[in-house]
């Protein structure tokens, strides 16, 4: 059974390596992806710069219920499964699916875990980097919120059960317009540095707590002292400007 444990991330000491494996699989993820399928390749390479590669394991947790949002993540390879607390929920997440962008419109924390289903990696970009690239790439920017607010705007209508498919174009560009103006009100600062060894930190303890309340919870997985922790790892490509 998939149980929600947050991930850890340690670097990779191949940053060029990564660099150019990011790129590869930007560019086999936009073959099949309905938000990053025309984007052209230097916009591609300028995304590049913008995020952190994470290689996630079958099992781990690469959003945790509950915990605060900071930023979202577009899958390059994989599956991944959104769960409250234990029961699956929603379709599947695929190549190229986005995830945790419905916080980025609205604040708050994770209204749902989402769990590996297998191996893969996720392209992750915290909110506060969105504001920076308005100022060093304001077209970048323009064009990749706008595709955020339609995986948002999309999720919204299907959690409503309406097929998004047969929602209007009129409607969709009001939606959109209406989320980018929500985003502007979330206040997400570009002065805020990034802080990855803070985010690893609280993952850490996150995958504690989280793995011992498990323990705790299951018979079989008791025992006569401490709590055994299964301690997940992930490792991130810190793509180099």
């Known amino acids: 059974m998939l149980l929600p444990r947050p991930s850890m991330m340690a670097n990779v000491t191949h940053p060029i390596l990564c660099r150019l494996q990011a790129i590869e699989l930007l560019a086999k ?3 099949c ?9 230097q916009q591609l390479l300028d995304l ?23 930023f979202f993540g577009v899958l390059l390879k994989g599956v991944l499964t959104p769960m409250i607390g234990d029961v699956p929920v ?15 419109f609205s604040g708050g924390t994770r209204n749902v875990s989402v769990v590996a289903s297998e191996d893969g990696y996720l392209a ?18 323009t064009k990749l919120n706008t595709q955020l607010a339609n995986a948002a705007l999309e999720k ?21 317009r209406e989320l980018l103006a929500k ?17 690893e930190s609280l993952l ?13 919870d299951d018979p079989s997985r008791r025992t006569s002292g401490t709590p055994k922790v299964r301690r997940c790892q992930v490792h991130s490509c810190l793509v180099p400007a």
């Open 204 to 216: 850490r303890k996150a995958s504690k707590a989280s793995t011992r309340r498990k323990d705790l």
């Open 156 to 176: 919204q209508f299907e959690s409503d059960g309406i097929d998004f498919s047969r929602v209007s174009e009129q409607q969709r560009q009001h939606g959109v």
């Open 124 to 141: 992750v970009v915290p909110f506060t980097q969105l504001e920076r690239l308005k100022k060093s790439n304001p077209t970048l920017a």
């Open 90 to 104: 929603g379709a599947l997440r695929g190549i190229g699916d986005i995830i945790g962008e419905t916080s980025l």
């Open 48 to 70: 590049v710069h913008e995020l952190t590669i994470l290689y996630f394991k079958e099992g781990e947790t690469v959003l945790l219920q509950g915990e605060p949002a900071t």
């Open 183 to 199: 985003q502007a009100q979330q206040g997400w600062d570009a002065n805020t540095p990034l802080d990855l060894k803070k985010q």
């Open 29 to 31: 993820t936009q073959e």
């Open 33 to 41: 992806s309905k938000y990053f399928g025309d984007f052209d390749f």
